[in-house]
């Protein structure tokens, strides 16, 4: 029975080791090195349009024109919001007409009509089990 657990462990832990992909992030376009970067990295188109319940999240100090990131999460589809929070206010802050007045990008560097956020497919992309994906990723 302890061999048949001890068995059980092991492959669960494997799955968690090396079932994973790697998504490294270089952020361009950054023009003020001020304030934050948000990143949202979303699994479903739910998360990519309501921004909220995001699967992985991170803030990064910028301190330079372009920055890097990296998650590392199970093999799938994922899309990536990013938006430079120059002011430190928490948000992306927009104009009377909803336009945003920070920089901000997707990932495949695709933007919907009017440089609104794409459509969850667009901007989605495939992180491969035990594999790094490279996104190249310019903020407007």
């Known amino acids: 029975m302890k061999l048949l657990l001890s068995l059980i462990a092991f492959i ?9 992909a790697n998504i490294k992030i270089k952020i361009e376009g ?3 090195v001020t304030g934050n970067l948000h990143i949202a990295l979303c699994s479903n188109e739910k998360q990519f349009l309501e921004e909220e319940n ?14 890097d990131a990296e ?10 919001l990013i938006y430079q929070d120059e002011n430190g206010n928490g948000k992306l802050d ?9 920089k901000y990008g997707f990932s495949n560097n695709e933007f919907g009509p009017g440089g ?8 989605s992309f ?6 790094t994906t490279n996104l190249k990723i310019k903020l407007r």
């Open 71 to 80: 998650f590392d999460v199970p093999a799938g589809n994922y899309a990536i």
């Open 94 to 102: 927009k104009n009377i007409l909803g336009a945003p007045k920070e």
């Open 30 to 32: 950054i023009k003020n």
């Open 116 to 123: 609104r956020k794409p459509k969850f497919e667009k901007a």
């Open 126 to 131: 495939y992180a491969e089990n035990k594999k």
């Open 12 to 20: 669960c832990c494997s799955v968690a080791i090396f079932g994973q």
């Open 54 to 67: 995001i699967y992985k999240g991170k803030i990064i100090a910028v301190k330079s024109h372009t920055e």
